[in-house]
Nanobody
Framework: QVQLVESGGGLVQPGGSLRLSCAAS????????MAWYRQAPGKQRELVAL???????NYADSVKGRFTISGDNSKNTVYLQMNSLKPEDTAVYYC??????????????WGQGTQVTVSS
């Protein structure tokens, strides 16, 4: 079964930076999108950044100009560079890769989540 393993979360001061990484345990084919979501306590999970297979990207208004999503389809990896972090960015961050795996078919594959805490 495909697993997405995330890393890079932690505690950072306001104004600081973090880089999240996400890698698939097995090859996912025909990737159509890679994305990062986040969920803060008491709130619904929200889309932070999306990268389509053609390379186009979309960002939540709250992170535009501060976060950058990048990825390598051939390596099944996706990254989120987060700069100028704010306390309101505190959340559990989840990666997603949408694609095809021989044993599971075409699906959205999710990471287990990594905590990001922005606090002084």
């Amino acid at each position: 079964q495909v697993q997405l393993v995330e890393s890079g979360g932690g505690l950072v001061q306001p104004g600081g930076s973090l880089r999240l990484s996400c890698a698939a345990s097995e090859t996912i084919f025909s990737i159509t999108a890679m994305a990062w979501y986040r969920q803060a306590p008491g709130k619904q999970r929200e889309l932070v950044a999306l990268r389509r297979s053609g390379g186009s990207t979309n960002y939540a208004d709250s992170v535009k100009g501060r976060f950058t999503i990048s990825g390598d389809n051939s390596k099944n990896t996706v990254y989120l560079q987060m700069n100028s972090l704010k306390p309101e960015d505190t959340a559990v961050y989840y990666c997603l890769i949408a694609g095809l795996h021989p044993s599971s078919g075409f699906s959205d594959y999710w990471g287990q989540g990594t905590q990001v805490t922005v606090s002084s």
